[in-house]
């Protein structure tokens, strides 16, 4: 991946991620095991070019990928070294894009957020059950409240496809959740849009040098992808079950993530859709 100087111009690259609280009860009851608060365990960043569609992107929790001081780990345990700080700077050096903002929100945040804007629809293609997520739910379409929805995207192992399909339902969820939170449905109902203002408020906590300036465009920018104007994609990945000391981890694929975000450095989206 490229080690090259971040990128210095005034694209904005938000770094998203859902992470676990210490709480026991909560432990229990979301069936977030046993890490507790100690790492990142959704990795999003959201793109905005100077012009063209801007881009959800989800980072494999899994991606085995140098952490500064910390040699090779998977990059969730980033957060568990460094917080925030040490995160991002292993998105940028592994990606040689500039991170400009980061919104962190926690499990007991996302579940409010779903539940104020009245659960989000999603189609699971067959009924799934996951005991370590606590999730049990039937194939077909469904409105998922807040506690089954963060089951369903964190589940991996009974997943075929592992991280790599969580992922997908990840950014589902996400994009189900912000179509939502700006339909009229939502605007319109004063308890609704309190609930949903309320929950964001107590839910978001923006990284250090993260402000309104950067916060409104990346809305405007879910809003779009929402909308279908955007796009979404996940890091592209050579070997899913890469062997490491750190157990079963997530290899990029060298030359496509290269390509892919050196597009992205450029400014230019407009090729990658060829990474879907």
């Known amino acids: 991946m490229p080690n090259a100087n971040p990128q210095t111009d005034s694209e904005l690259q938000v770094v998203i991620g859902v992470l676990t609280f210490h709480r026991p009860e909560q432990i229990q009851q979301m069936g977030t095991g046993p890490e507790g608060g100690n790492v990142a365990d959704t990795i999003m960043l959201l793109y905005l070019p100077p012009s063209g569609r801007p881009a959800l992107i989800s980072i494999p929790r899994d991606s085995y990928l140098a952490i500064p001081g910390h040699n090779k780990n998977k990059i969730n345990s980033a957060y568990s070294f460094g917080g925030p700080k040490l995160l991002?700077?292993?998105?940028?050096?592994?990606?040689?894009?500039?991170?400009?903002?980061?919104?962190?929100?926690?499990?007991?945040?996302?579940?409010?957020?779903?539940?104020?804007?009245?659960?989000?629809?999603?189609?699971?293609?067959?009924?799934?059950?996951?005991?370590?997520?606590?999730?049990?739910?039937?194939?077909?379409?469904?409105?998922?409240?807040?506690?089954?929805?963060?089951?369903?995207?964190?589940?991996?192992?009974?997943?075929?496809?592992?991280?790599?399909?969580?992922?997908?339902?990840?950014?589902?969820?996400?994009?189900?959740?912000?179509?939502?939170?700006?339909?009229?449905?939502?605007?319109?109902?004063?308890?609704?849009?309190?609930?949903?203002?309320r929950a964001g408020a107590d839910a978001l906590k923006a990284g250090e040098g993260t402000n309104l300036t950067q916060i409104a465009p990346a809305a405007l920018a879910f809003l779009s992808i929402s909308r279908g104007?955007?796009?979404?994609?996940?890091?592209?990945?050579?070997?899913?079950?890469l062997s490491t000391p750190s157990g079963s981890a997530v290899e990029w694929d060298k030359t496509r993530s290269a390509a892919m975000f050196a597009m992205i450095a450029r400014g230019d989206t407009s090729g990658l859709d060829k990474f879907k």
């Not at 962190?104 to 005991?131: M, R, S, W, Y």
């Not at 104007?229 to 079950?241: A, E, F, M």
């Open 229 to 241: 104007q955007g796009l979404t994609l996940t890091v592209p990945v050579s070997n899913p079950n």
């Open 88 to 197: 991002t700077q292993t998105i940028e050096q592994a990606t040689g894009l500039r991170i400009d903002g980061y919104l962190g929100i926690g499990f007991g945040g996302f579940v409010n957020i779903i539940d104020a804007v009245g659960g989000v629809e999603q189609c699971p293609a067959t009924d799934l059950v996951d005991k370590d997520s606590n999730l049990n739910v039937k194939a077909g379409c469904q409105t998922m409240n807040g506690l089954t929805a963060l089951a369903y995207v964190r589940m991996r192992h009974a997943d075929p496809l592992g991280d790599l399909g969580r992922v997908q339902r990840q950014r589902s969820v996400v994009v189900a959740a912000a179509k939502k939170a700006v339909s009229p449905a939502t605007i319109l109902n004063p308890i609704t849009y309190y609930r949903l203002n």
